[in-house]
């Protein structure tokens, strides 16, 4: 069963499928959610307050969501390519021609391969 994260605002409400969710994205006080269909949403909360909702809400499936650098959270799952020459970050959508280019710096980068690395 697929679990869901809810976002709540003064107009809209949210319920999305943690499967859909590719990454966030810091945009001055806004945090930028981007879905694997493509759709992008905005939500009014710093990226900082981004990761601890999604921490307290939903506990262990957290950890499927990794902060990289000061600029973005990522659903590992989506993990294409760690480029460490050019400092990118390549995530990919399964059945999606598009993928998204992320400027990470390179310490983060060498953190997130070490962690998929020692995975195996």
């Known amino acids: 069963m697929s ?3 809810y976002f ?3 107009d809209e409400f949210f319920r999305i499928s943690l499967d859909q969710i590719m990454f966030f994205e810091a945009d001055r006080n806004y945090t930028l959610l981007h879905l694997a269909n493509g759709q992008r949403l905005a939500f009014a909360m710093s990226l900082q307050r981004m990761h601890d909702y999604l921490v307290g809400s939903l506990g262990d ?3 499927m969501f990794v902060r990289v650098g000061k600029s973005n959270i990522i659903n590992l799952t989506y993990v ?3 480029d ?3 400092r990118v970050l390549r995530l990919s959508a399964p059945a999606s021609p598009k993928i998204h280019s992320l400027k990470v710096s390179h310490d983060a980068l060498r953190k997130l391969r070490v962690m998929f690395v020692s995975d195996k």
Request: aromatic share 6%.
């Open 3 to 5: 679990r869901h994260i």
């Open 8 to 10: 709540n605002n003064r």
């Open 61 to 63: 499936d957290s950890r």
């Open 80 to 82: 294409f390519n760690i």
């Open 84 to 86: 460490l020459a050019r």
